[in-house]
């Protein structure tokens, strides 16, 4: 069964504080490795896909790692700003609908 | 430019009532997708579409029904709402690389 785990559910830093959150899945023959933000009380934000193990992609102070079974997206010095649910998804084997994880909530405070 | 839009933003319904939740998109994509947002589920795709007047069943489709009859429209039926249905409903586009999904605001439905 396709499936994506996110890790932690939730994840407190202080401003500066740089952390990692991650991504595993299960999904057969991987089509794209997908980060989302999620801010409160709006839909889910694209940030990165990924296509293969190795693959890196970086925006303003997230950087999105691959390899064959899990993907990281570190923060580096957060910021209050930061604070959103971060979601990871893959595309279903048949490469028609993505398959999302429960997210990882993150609070950056000052 | 609009991206995706859904209407309504709310709704609140009583068991048994009926109701449709619109998905416009104006960017011309192929794939449309329907998804709930449960706290703790994450989310979980309904259904979803892969061209005008075609339509898939995702995870989660019993108590649903879509129709595409219009490439730029998806439509989420409820026949007969049940509180099991109380969420925020997403709508999403994606064109043929489907690299990225753009989402609507969503709909918070609330079934009494």
């Known amino acids: 069964e396709d499936q994506v785990t996110q890790s932690p559910e939730a994840l407190r830093l202080q401003e500066g504080e740089s952390s990692s959150l991650n991504c595993s899945y299960t999904?057969?023959?991987?089509?794209?490795l997908f980060w989302y933000r999620q801010d409160p009380g709006k839909g889910p934000e694209f940030l990165f896909t990924?296509?293969?193990a190795g693959e890196e992609k970086e925006k303003e102070r997230l950087k999105a790692t691959l390899t064959k079974k899990e993907s990281f997206l570190h923060i580096t010095a957060p910021k209050p700003e930061d604070s959103a649910t971060y979601l990871c998804?893959?595309?279903?084997?048949?490469?028609?609908?993505?398959?999302f994880g429960k997210g990882t909530t993150l609070s950056v405070s000052s | 430019n609009a991206g995706v839009t859904q209407t309504p933003k709310f709704r609140v319904l009583k068991t048994g009532q009926s109701m449709t939740l619109l998905c416009a998109q104006d960017?011309?994509?192929?794939?449309m997708y329907w998804y709930r947002q449960d706290p703790g589920m994450g989310l979980r795709l309904i259904h979803y579409?892969?061209?005008?007047?075609?339509?898939a069943k995702g995870e989660v489709p019993d108590g649903y029904n879509v129709s595409r009859l219009k490439k730029q429209n998806f439509l989420l039926g409820l026949e007969s709402a049940a509180p099991s249905q109380t969420s925020v409903y997403f709508c999403?586009?994606?064109?043929?690389?489907?690299?990225?999904?753009?989402f609507g605001s969503g709909t918070q439905l609330s079934v009494l």
């Open positions: 960017m011309n994509h192929e794939y």
């Open positions: 999403a586009s994606g064109d043929l690389t489907n690299e990225k999904l753009f």
């Open positions: 579409s892969v061209g005008e007047g075609t339509t």
């Open positions: 990924l296509y293969s």
């Open positions: 998804a893959a595309y279903n084997q048949a490469g028609t609908a993505l398959i």
């Open positions: 999904v057969s023959g991987l089509r794209g």
